[in-house]
């Protein structure tokens, strides 16, 4: 079966794990600051706090701006589970907005429509996060100005889209964003196994998402409350988690980033020549956006008619292709439907769903497969 995404590891990478594992540290040793450090380099944002996935990258970002019981978090039907359950683990409440019907991505003018709304109703969100589908950016100034008007947190999930630009800067740089998330799954750009970032230019965003990510606890003086009693003293100040990347995982991911530039190469060069082969087969591709450069993390088509995707789908596994479906609206989820939500509330996600079927993509895949993908496509699809 050839799979939808998968990772690519060297040997380098498999030395880079073996170091550590025969060096003193297995946990908060010098590795995870180092694959920090290098996100920073990467991105230009000004801090990056490693933690053990995205999901727990999305929580203690929200824990951080302080979202709670009564507070809204708003995201897209369009993505996965993660960018809504943040804001259920703080209390808050889960709100989405719909999609562009082109780039499949959070629709500023749908936002800026419900924005007015909520706030006529006093009813707006405390943080909004846009998901970058596939690897390709939201129209994040437009949503940024939004955010200035409406005074929202912008966590942009990112989780598609390490390596990828936009407006001509990288990803994370923090020009758009309060907080920017990276997941380092092995279906992602580049894995760490498990594991994911939270980015941010603030100083004290970033502390905050460090002490959440470590039980609440801290050694630094100055935001103890009490004088220390010793070497040993450690005080806790907020209920926090393990959240913490191990050093194996953040070797891994530190040494996969030196191939990061060419994996997204590659995954370009693979969707230009998707572009080609399947040129005048009844589909729709995801628009690009013109300031976006996407990191490809997907390859997403949507059948013109969603009335043979199950067939579709079904055929093309059965040929050894493993498709699959990126994604079933969030809000459809049988968790989000006992909390009000509906058939028919955000239908340009329903209707991009219907017919949504995501091709393989990634830097190993050869021109072979790729013909055989394309091939079994074309024989479901006559
Ligand atoms: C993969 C993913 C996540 C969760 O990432 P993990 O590292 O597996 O926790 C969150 N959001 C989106 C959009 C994702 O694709």
């Known amino acids: 079966m050839i799979p939808y995404g998968r990772q690519n590891v060297s040997a380098e990478d498999v030395q880079a794990v073996v170091d550590v594992l025969r060096s003193d540290f297995l946990t908060q040793g010098p590795v995870v600051p180092a694959f920090e450090q290098a996100i920073v380099r990467l991105t230009g944002a000004r801090h990056a706090v490693a933690v053990n996935s995205a999901t727990s990258a999305l929580h203690v970002a929200c824990l951080a701006l302080g979202l709670g019981p009564g507070d809204r978090l708003w995201t897209v039907p369009n993505t996965f589970l993660a960018s809504a359950n943040c804001a259920r683990y703080c209390g808050a409440d889960v709100d989405f907005v719909d999609i562009d019907p082109g780039t499949w991505n959070m629709s500023a003018p749908a936002l800026e429509q419900r924005l007015k709304l909520a706030e006529a109703a006093g009813r707006l969100p405390r943080v909004v996060v846009p998901v970058a589908f596939g690897g390709q950016s939201c129209d994040m100034r437009a949503i940024r100005s939004l955010a200035d008007r409406y005074r929202f947190a912008v966590i942009e999930d990112a989780s598609h889209a390490v390596g990828a630009r936009y407006a001509g800067r990288p990803v994370g740089c923090g020009e758009y964003a309060d907080v920017t998330i990276f997941s ?4 992602k750009i580049v894995t760490s196994a498990e594991g994911g970032m939270a980015l941010t230019q603030d100083d004290r965003l970033a ?10 606890m801290t050694r630094d003086p100055a935001l103890m409350e009490g004088a220390s009693e010793g070497g040993w003293y450690y005080e806790q100040i907020e209920l926090g988690y393990n959240y913490r990347m191990t050093e194996l995982q953040a070797a891994l991911g530190l040494s996969q980033l030196e191939r990061l530039a060419s994996f997204v190469e590659r995954r370009h060069q693979i969707a230009a020549r998707y572009a080609a082969l399947l040129d005048g087969l009844p589909l729709e591709t ?7 450069h996407s990191a490809l993390h997907l390859y997403p088509v949507r059948l013109r008619d969603s009335q043979r995707r199950r067939s579709v789908f079904d055929a093309m596994r059965n040929a050894g292709v493993g498709v699959n479906v990126h994604y079933i609206p969030v809000h459809l989820q049988p968790y989000y439907r006992r909390l009000g939500f509906a058939c028919g509330d955000f239908p340009v996600a329903e209707s991009y769903y219907a017919g949504a079927i995501t091709l393989p993509m990634y830097p190993d895949l050869s021109e072979a497969q790729q013909d055989h993908v394309v091939a079994s496509l074309r024989e479901a699809l006559r």
């Open 184 to 187: 380092f799954h092995p279906v």
């Open 207 to 216: 502390s905050r998402m460090q002490l959440f990510r470590s039980h609440g």
């Open 286 to 292: 995801q628009q690009p956006l013109e300031a976006a």
